[in-house]
């Protein structure tokens, strides 16, 4: 049973930094392909960063240089990571974590983009 839970979530000022960490089980994380999204209300849900099942990265223009996107697989369990500097009021959102065995698309928009998601997590950049 696939299983992705997001943590890591919160409140920061413009400008400042945080880390997602998306805790994965049930699935081989380096067959698939994994990623995160961000969905505000009234917007469709978006993907951010992705990495394919040969580990390239693919991050949505407006995050480029800012994001970063890793995995790590060790014995006690995998994850999922998002890195964000320099972090924006339009980068308030909620983050999934979504995970795919065959694409994720750095263009897709709304929730059909992936098979499997996580419930997701608030980060709010305050001015």
């Known amino acids: 049973q696939v299983q992705l839970v997001e943590s890591g979530g919160g409140s920061v000022p413009i400008g400042g930094s945080l880390r997602l960490t998306c805790a994965t089980s049930?699935?081989?994380?380096?067959?698939?392909?994994v990623g995160w999204f961000r969905e505000t209300p009234g917007k469709r849900r978006e993907a951010v960063a992705i990495?394919?099942?040969?580990?390239?990265?693919?991050?949505a223009d407006s995050v480029k240089g800012r994001f970063a996107i890793s995995t790590n697989v060790a014995s006690t369990g995998s994850a999922l990571y998002l890195h964000m500097d320099d972090l924006r009021p339009e980068d308030t959102a909620t983050y999934y974590c979504?995970?795919?065995?065959?694409?994720?698309?750095?263009?897709?928009?709304?929730?059909?983009?992936?098979?499997?998601w996580g419930r997701g997590v608030q980060v709010t950049i305050s001015s």
């Open positions: 979504a995970a795919d065995p065959h694409l994720l698309d750095i263009g897709c928009l709304g929730d059909s983009c992936s098979r499997y």
């Open positions: 049930g699935f081989p994380m380096h067959r698939y392909w």
């Open positions: 990495i394919d099942n040969e580990r390239y990265t693919y991050y």
